[in-house]
């Protein structure tokens, strides 16, 4: 690993003595829009989803014409943001442009979660933030006074999660958890996890050829977890490295079929192809769409690569439902 790579500089972020993070990047903000005033496709509103934890939601749906009835009903994908377990974009302009075209082209609404950062909130923290995102969509079909898009359009016995990068690693593990759960008439179909992040003490192959990536050096990833994983925990804890035995593995079997998305060119591959080797051996339906180039957070930078995501998560949920 080089040594003239600082991983705080690289990630423009300073630690406190606190241990709280100053964080110096900001991307361009993108607010809420809940009425298509010049023919948007997509409206967007926001809710706040635990006050005490500072959550919220952004709920993104379809301006397509649709009675509210149960025959017109379109799915709701729980969505939880890249963010590298430090920086939220769920409010950005590069998460709308994304979150509003998969809404509009599925179609379906989308449930964009702004769950807790680390450090200073550290794991499990998120998973129970991707967890509370699923129940607040529950409560919201079922109650009378809850939201009205969800209500009058939504599906929740065609519910999906889908985690980019970190975020896809918090949906695996949300979907671990609710299957130890009593969720009807909510229903979790299926499970797309684009590019997870997880690690692993014992480094691969990928990785050791990371060591200087202009993107994603080795050191960085390394930060990230040091960050994120409970205090006194390395990077073999099942947070990162779910190959390894913990209480989340008997679970594993019980999930509903999976879209895993990856590139070639990501430093984090090999991980990745671990992962879908762990799905298999538990005997998860899995759908497995690996690019052969690429880079880490590819379908962020690049729209042409962002469609192609969408259009993936598109035939997925499709095929899931039985759709020609």
Not at 73 to 90: A, L, T
Not at 101 to 130: K, M, T
Not at 244 to 267: M, N, Q, R, W, Y
Request: proline content about 7%.
């Amino acid at each position: 690993m080089s040594s003239d790579i600082d991983p705080y500089d690289h990630l423009c972020i300073f630690l406190n003595p606190d241990g709280t993070l100053t964080r110096f990047m900001e991307l361009p903000k993108k607010k809420a829009n809940p009425i298509a005033t010049n023919g948007e496709p997509v409206v967007s509103k926001d809710h706040t989803l635990n006050a005490e934890k500072e959550t919220h939601v952004r709920i993104y749906m379809p301006t397509i014409k649709l009675p509210p009835n149960d025959d017109t009903r379109i799915p709701i994908i729980i969505f939880y943001p890249f963010s590298n377990w430090y920086f939220s974009i769920w409010d950005t302009e590069t998460n709308d442009r994304m979150t509003s075209e998969l809404a509009c082209q599925v179609p379906a609404i989308v449930v964009s979660v702004d769950y807790r950062l680390a450090p200073e909130n550290r794991l499990p923290a998120q998973y129970h933030d991707g967890v509370d995102a699923i129940l607040w969509v529950r409560e919201q079909a079922l109650n009378p006074n809850g939201e009205q898009w969800i209500k009058d359009y939504g599906d929740i016995s065609r519910c999906y999660l889908y985690g980019h990068s970190s975020g896809g690693n918090i949906a695996f593990f949300a979907a671990l958890e609710a299957t130890r759960m009593e969720l009807e008439p909510l229903k979790i179909v299926g499970n797309i996890i684009n590019q997870p992040l997880f690690g692993g003490m014992v480094r691969t192959d990928s990785e050791l050829q990371s060591s200087t990536d202009p993107l994603l050096p080795l050191c960085v990833q390394d930060l990230f977890w040091e960050l994120c994983l409970p205090k006194g925990e390395n990077r073999d804890h099942w947070y990162c490295n779910p190959m390894v035995e913990g209480p989340h593995t008997s679970a594993i079997s019980k999930l509903g079929k999976c879209l895993v998305i990856g590139f070639c060119g990501d430093v984090l591959i090999d991980r990745q192809q671990e992962f879908i080797t762990l799905l298999i051996r538990h005997e998860v339906q899995i759908e497995a769409l690996f690019h052969d180039f690429g880079f880490h957070a590819i379908d962020l930078a690049d729209p042409k690569w962002a469609n192609v995501t969408v259009e993936s998560i598109k035939d997925f949920i499709a095929e899931a439902e039985n759709k020609p």
